[in-house]
């Protein structure tokens, strides 16, 4: 994995992507530190089926939808005042 610096990356981009491909992930660094991978495509779409689902999947499946465990109103005990106590 190699490291470049954003200028040296927009320079010489075909480089910066013949060795993403050919040796793997780039890594790009904006003032030092490191900001962005460049992947492959085949390794993206790799990682994206190894992902587990996003939030937002699982709120708008149907599986994950469950009874709501919320006692019924008047049902829930409440505590005594601590001037009672």
Do not use: H, Y
């Amino acid at each position: 994995m190699q490291i470049w610096a954003v200028q040296d990356a927009k320079s010489r981009f075909s480089e910066f992507l013949e060795n993403c491909l050919n040796e793997g992930p780039q890594i790009v660094t904006k003032r030092g530190l490191e900001t962005a991978v460049l992947i492959s495509a085949q390794e993206w779409r790799r990682l994206q089926a190894a992902a587990r689902p996003s939030l937002k999947e699982l709120l708008l499946s149907p599986d994950a939808r469950v009874e709501l465990l919320i006692p019924p109103r008047g049902k829930a005990r409440r505590r005594e005042p601590a001037a009672l106590r």
